[in-house]
């Protein structure tokens, strides 16, 4: 019971706290340019952007409809659908050689688009699972107040710093890179730790959403990038940008709206598939001639 009590404490203070570090560190990344090249993107990022808002709630809708899932898994698939794109993808490019500008730029627009679409949507979508299971009351506001005080606010933060002092930020860039990736990873352990049983009774049907999830944005990111003709990077970076979401948003919401730890069970395992199932499609779309 005291070793429930205090991972209970872990998850509720030192995930959020370890998100707002990523978030700062994310903002050291980030430049206004990268918000302003959107005019040198008009077409990518207002189609891209329109399509991963309207259609990626559906598809999750429809998994939920077609795997039945338990309860915590249908919420961590909701909230996962309805949160922003994961500076992930930006990493996803990389190893890809796609255009990693572009992908930053929709990285930040829909950071910034998150303060409307994610509790827009992740509300309707909570009101539609009411009506198909156990539902779960979404406080529109508490939504709002957690994207911009847990990710908006920390990443203007650190876009601060980056513009104040550009020397020591460069300086310490690799540093900083190093300093996200371990929060990442003890966020990630810190869930799987206390989910685990969660996890372990429902890791088929988690598997199955996350890698039918994860291929059905991709492809509608493919899709999309065909149907526009746009040219080979800006194609992979589609690839790469629809499946990834923002774990830091999905847990925040979870944790200090919902008070639903349990759907983190899904969040963090749904990350792990989709790295395990992109990272080899990125390096199989690296242009040959770059590895030569």
Not at 35 to 52: D, E, F, M, N, T
Request: proline letters at 5%; glycine letters at 4%.
């Amino acid at each position: 019971m005291r070793r429930m009590a205090i991972m209970s404490v872990v998850v509720s203070t030192g995930v959020p706290l370890l998100i707002i570090l990523a978030m700062v560190v994310v903002g050291l990344e980030l430049t206004p340019a990268d918000l302003s090249r959107v005019l040198h993107y008009p077409a990518q990022v207002i189609v891209a952007l329109l399509c991963q808002v309207l259609i990626l709630p559906l598809l999750a809708a429809a998994l939920i409809l077609f795997l039945r899932p338990a309860p915590a898994i249908a919420g961590g698939l909701i909230l996962a659908a309805a949160a922003p794109q994961a500076m992930t993808s930006n990493y996803f490019c990389l190893l890809a050689r796609a255009d990693v500008a572009l992908s930053v730029t929709l990285t930040a627009a829909s950071s910034v688009l998150a303060v409307a679409s994610t509790p827009l949507i992740a509300g309707l979508a909570f009101d539609w699972l009411a009506e198909q299971q156990a539902g779960f009351v979404l406080p529109i506001e508490k939504v709002i107040q957690q994207i911009v005080t847990g990710l908006l606010f920390p990443a203007g933060v650190g876009m601060l710093v980056r513009y104040y002092a550009p020397a020591f930020t460069e300086h310490n860039r690799v540093r900083f890179q190093r300093l996200s990736v371990l929060a990442l990873a003890a966020m990630l352990a810190i869930i799987l730790t206390d989910q685990a049983a969660t996890i372990e009774r429902n890791l088929a049907s988690i598997v199955v959403a996350s890698a039918l999830f994860t291929a059905g944005a991709a492809a509608l990111g493919l899709g999309v990038a065909k149907v526009m003709s746009w040219n080979r990077a800006d194609t992979i970076t589609m690839l790469a940008a629809f499946p990834s979401r923002s774990l830091s948003v999905a847990a925040l919401i979870a944790l200090n709206v919902l008070g639903r730890s349990d759907f983190l069970s899904f969040a963090a395992t749904f990350y792990l598939v989709q790295v395990l199932l992109l990272v080899p499609v990125m390096l199989l779309a690296r242009p040959a001639s770059m590895d030569a």
